[in-house]
């Protein structure tokens, strides 16, 4: 089974590029990369889905070197509404979710 | 409009109860999802349903037993409840059954499960 692990924090301030990366040693050929992010009391949401190399939407960028054991979300001049918990999923199974904390 | 309902939002009940969580989806996907959020913020996924198809995380207790009366919902059902369910339960929906795809997932708002 793959196991996905993330760090358990961060903390950023406003207008800062930030990098949270996830682990995924055990991903399967066939296994796309998927992060969600969540407010609290609130369902997780999609934020962007990758295979290899790079994916950039109008949110995030999503980092994915050649072996594919790893992957980093790039969230770019991040403001105080981006403080949420942040997950990578692969293989149907979320990471351990890290908490993105933005300060002024 | 909301894409994926819950209901309730927010459920309190006794031990060795019997519970049901509802969910809607009005997205046209063919699978549905339920998951658990424990207080420390794990994600688990209990179940995918698909087509008929049933996904079971064999880590998940009989006692839980998806039941869907047709493609846009998927009930959760709790027998005999115990202290460690609670948690925050999870409805979720996408257009397919595999994640080895462009498979993007929408999350209901969650029920808060108290059992005392």
């Known amino acids: 089974l793959a196991k996905t692990t993330q760090p358990i924090s961060m903390d950023s301030y406003e207008g800062q590029e930030v990098n949270i990366t996830c682990s995924h040693n055990?991903?399967?050929?066939?296994?796309?990369i998927t992060w969600y992010q969540q407010f609290p009391s609130q369902g997780p949401r999609f934020i962007i889905q990758?295979?290899?190399t790079k994916v950039t939407n109008e949110v995030a960028s999503l980092f994915i070197p050649a072996d594919r054991k790893s992957s980093t979300l790039s969230l770019p001049r991040v403001s105080l509404s981006d403080t949420a918990v942040y997950y990578c999923?692969?293989?149907?199974?979320f990471g351990t979710g890290t908490r993105l904390q933005v300060f002024p | 409009d909301t894409a994926v309902s819950q209901t309730p939002k927010y459920l309190v009940t006794q031990m060795g109860n019997d519970k049901s969580i509802k969910c809607e989806q009005n997205?046209?996907?063919?699978?549905m999802y339920w998951y658990k959020q424990d207080s420390k913020k794990f994600l688990k996924i209990m179940f995918s349903?698909?087509?008929?198809?049933?996904?079971i995380n064999e880590t998940v207790p009989n006692r839980f037993s998806p039941k869907s009366p047709d493609k846009a919902h998927l009930n959760l059902h709790i027998n005999s409840l115990e202290l460690g369910d609670s948690a925050v339960y999870f409805c979720?929906?996408?257009?397919?059954?595999?994640?080895?795809?462009?498979?993007?997932?929408?999350f209901g708002p969650g029920t808060r499960l108290t059992v005392l």
């Open positions: 055990n991903i399967a050929t066939n296994d796309y």
């Open positions: 990758g295979y290899k």
């Open positions: 999923l692969v293989a149907g199974i």
């Open positions: 349903y698909n087509n008929k198809e049933l996904i």
């Open positions: 979720a929906s996408s257009p397919s059954a595999s994640d080895r795809e462009w498979n993007e997932q929408f």
């Open positions: 997205l046209g996907h063919d699978t």
